[in-house]
C-alpha cells in the first residue's frame, strides 16, 4: 500500500500514474477529455484485486487531471470483479504484496491504518466535482460489488451478480461499500443480502434501487457512453454545487439544506450574473 497518493488533492496530469505500472497491476487508465476510465485488466484472475490495485486507484484519484468531469470504472472480461484475490488470505500471499496473515501481524494502529489506506482507493470516486459510473458484467463479489457501490451510478448487464461474500468469509464488508448499500436498499435489504452473502441478480438489482439501468451485455458500451452524453449536457460548476448539495441531503435537517441550497445558488447567480 505503500505509495499511494492522498486522494483529496485533483489537479494533477493523466501521465502521473504510469501506464507500465498500471499494466503490471492489471489496470488500465485512460483520459479522454473531460472523461476517465479506469479498466480492471486481468480477466483471467476475473479482475480480482490486491492491496496494489487499491493503492494505484487511490493514485489514479489523487492524480485526476482538473477538467475530468466522468470517471467510468469497468471490467474486461466476463466479470466486472471477483473480488479480493484469494491468494490474499494465504500465508504466501501476493508476491511482493505479503498476505492478510503476514499485514494481521503488524503491531498497534499499523494494520488498522493499512485498511484504511486500502479505502482511500474508493473513496475519491464520491468527489462532487466528478461523477463515477461503474459498468457491471458478470460477477460482483466482495471487494467487486463494493467497488460498484464506491460509484455514483451503476449500469448493469441482464446477467449481473452482485453478492456481498465477506460475512461467509468471517470479514465484513470494509471497502466503503456498507454506506452507500444502505443508503440505496434500506437498511433491512443491506442485512438480508450481507448476512446471507446471496447473490442479487439484475431484475432484483434494479427493483431494490442498485443500477440505475439494465442492458444486454453488448449494448453495455453504449448505455456508458448515452450517460456520459446526458452527464456533460450540464453545467459543470452547477453539477458539482448540486451533487455537494444532493450527498449532504440526508445529514441535513430541511431547514439546513434549505440554507445550503440558498448557499450554493447564490454563488451560482453571482459566477453567472454578478
Ligand atoms: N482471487 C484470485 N483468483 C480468482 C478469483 C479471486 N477472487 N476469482 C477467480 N479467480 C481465478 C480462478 O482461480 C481461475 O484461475 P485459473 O484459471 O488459474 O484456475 C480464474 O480466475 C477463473 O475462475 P473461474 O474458473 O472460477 O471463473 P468462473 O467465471 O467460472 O467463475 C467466479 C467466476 C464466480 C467469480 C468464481 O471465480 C469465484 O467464485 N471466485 C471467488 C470469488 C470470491 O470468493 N471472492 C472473494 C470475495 S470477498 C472479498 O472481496 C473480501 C474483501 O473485500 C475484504
Known amino acids: 500500500m505503500a505509495g499511494a497518493a492522498a486522494p483529496q488533492q485533483r489537479g494533477g ?30 480477466p483471467d484472475k476475473r479482475n480480482a484485486q490486491t492491496f496494489a490495485t487499491w493503492s494505484a486507484l487511490a493514485d489514479i484519484g489523487g492524480n485526476l487531471p482538473e477538467q475530468i468531469r466522468v470517471v467510468v470504472v469497468k471490467g474486461e472480461g466476463p466479470s466486472f470483479s471477483a473480488g479480493i484475490d484469494l491468494r490474499m488470505f494465504t500465508p504466501e500471499g501476493v508476491p511482493g504484496q505479503g498476505s492478510f496473515s503476514s499485514a494481521a501481524a503488524l503491531e498497534g494502529p499499523a494494520f488498522e491504518e493499512r485498511l484504511r489506506q486500502a479505502q482511500q482507493g474508493f473513496l475519491w470516486l464520491r468527489r462532487p466535482e466528478i461523477v463515477s459510473i461503474a459498468a457491471v458484467q458478470g460477477h460482483a463479489i466482495g471487494a467487486g460489488f463494493q467497488l460498484a457501490l464506491a460509484c455514483d451510478l451503476r449500469i448493469i448487464t441482464n446477467d449481473v451478480k452482485f453478492c456481498m461474500k465477506e460475512p461467509a468469509l468471517g470479514l465484513v464488508p470494509d471497502l466503503t461499500g456498507t454506506k452507500p448499500l444502505v443508503e440505496l436498499v434500506g437498511l433491512a435489504k443491506a442485512i438480508d443480502l450481507c448476512l446471507t452473502a446471496r447473490t442479487v441478480e439484475a431484475d432484483e438489482a434494479m427493483r ?18 448515452d450517460k456520459i452524453a446526458e452527464l456533460l449536457s450540464t453545467n459543470r460548476d452547477a453539477a458539482a454545487a448540486t451533487k455537494r448539495l444532493l450527498q449532504g441531503a440526508r445529514g441535513r435537517t430541511l431547514e439546513e439544506q434549505s440554507a445550503a441550497e440558498g448557499a450554493e445558488q447564490a454563488k451560482r447567480l453571482r459566477a453567472l450574473f454578478g
Open 13 to 42: 496530469n493523466a501521465e502521473d500514474v504510469s501506464a507500465e505500472a498500471l499494466a503490471e497491476i492489471g489496470l488500465r487508465y485512460e483520459v479522454d477529455g473531460e472523461i476517465a476510465t479506469i479498466t480492471l485488466n486481468r
Open 208 to 225: 431494490i434501487g442498485l443500477a440505475e439501468k439494465v442492458v444486454a451485455r453488448s449494448d453495455l458500451a453504449k448505455a456508458v457512453q
